[in-house]
């Protein structure tokens, strides 16, 4: 089982930028797939990037390519995802998502907001 914090969360106008980082504790880091998941109001759960312990990344959604790239650092437990180029349409709730490979066990973090509005 594995913890996870997201930070970096905010309000930005339109084409602006924003970093959010997920941090990791518990079980081996090294184990997980790690990604990003987002929920907008009223809208289903999307995954929006994931990110293998070798540093292979995947991109889910179509949207996103191009303008967020996901990142992590096995050294400190950590993963990220640069936002930039921002949209209204990215105002989400952001959920940082582990995935044990070896069990398929998903533990999720709480959420951070990111709100895009001029």
């Known amino acids: 089982q594995v913890q996870l914090v997201e930070s970096g969360g905010g309000l930005v106008q339109p084409g602006g930028s924003l970093r959010l980082s997920c941090a990791a504790s518990?079980?081996?880091?090294?184990?997980?797939?790690m990604g990003w998941y987002r929920q907008a109001l009223g809208k289903q759960r999307e995954l929006v990037a994931t990110?293998?312990?070798?540093?292979?990344?995947?991109y889910d959604a179509d949207s996103v390519k191009g303008r967020f790239t996901i990142s992590r650092d096995n050294a400190k437990n950590m993963v990220y995802l640069q936002m930039d180029s921002l949209k209204p349409e990215d105002t989400a709730l952001y959920y940082c998502?582990?995935?044990?490979?070896?069990?398929?066990?998903?533990?999720w973090g709480q959420g951070t907001q990111v709100t895009v509005s001029s």
């Open positions: 518990g079980s081996s880091f090294r184990n997980y797939i």
């Open positions: 998502y582990a995935r044990d490979v070896f069990t398929r066990r998903v533990d």
């Open positions: 990110i293998t312990s070798v540093g292979t990344e995947n």
